[in-house]
């Protein structure tokens, strides 16, 4: 992997609640000048509108409880608006409850409206057995991605983790890991572990670190 091929796998994320405007200007700016992707609500599309790589949106963020209809409207809306995948927080109380078809439904509510769709399925609130059916019924779904976490419940993005969902998911689905990761190494070992994608708010720091340790080509 060389630098440009590490920076096309990372989405650089801006979430804040109170972020003006001109952070996501910033984050443009940022994602244009290192070359990474962009994560960012809705409502803000339009301001990374002329970003290069892949443009995100997240969807029924960050607790994942409304409904399936809501979160299918948002994945239109973020759609329309020039994002070209969602992420979407997962129904964790559904599976938390058994509710297996109503969690896979909740899924394929989103994945129905085209969008590539990432699912966050919150690690940190789940034990393995959960997270390897919380990932299999993602997959199934037709989710292309199975996605550790939104950074807004206990817990991060771990190899450990990583090794399990890939392991659990296979070539069904791609891994993004996401929740605290803070600098170049641990991404490099996260996507050593199976991650295909890292979402980070440091998404700049994560290339500016890489560059000592991946060739530019």
Avoid: W
Wanted: proline share 2%; with cysteine.
């Amino acid at each position: 992997m060389n630098l440009k091929q590490f920076a096309g796998r990372v989405d650089h994320t801006l979430l804040d609640k109170d972020a003006p405007a001109s952070a996501y200007d910033g984050l443009a700016d940022e994602a244009t000048r290192y070359g990474t992707n962009v994560c960012v609500p809705v409502s803000r599309l339009d301001r990374v509108a002329d970003v290069n790589g892949e443009v995100a949106a997240v969807v029924g963020f960050p607790h994942g409880t409304t409904t399936p209809e809501v979160k299918a409207y948002e994945a239109r809306e973020a759609v329309d608006a020039g994002a070209t995948e969602v992420d979407v927080a997962c129904n964790v109380s559904l599976l938390k409850s058994g509710e297996d078809d109503a969690f896979k439904s909740d899924i394929r509510a989103v994945v129905e409206t085209g969008a590539t769709t990432k699912a966050i399925i919150e690690t940190g609130l789940l034990d393995d057995d959960e997270k390897r059916r919380a990932a299999r019924i993602c997959a199934e779904a037709g989710a292309e991605f199975v996605k550790t976490c939104t950074g807004y419940a206990s817990g991060k993005a771990t190899v450990e983790d990583i090794r399990l969902l890939k392991d659990e998911v296979g070539d069904e689905a791609r891994v993004k890991a996401s929740g605290g990761v803070r600098d170049a190494e641990e991404a490099l070992r996260l996507l050593k572990a199976g991650a295909s994608r890292i979402g980070a708010s440091a998404g700049d720091q994560l290339v500016r670190g890489a560059r000592s340790l991946l060739p530019k080509e």
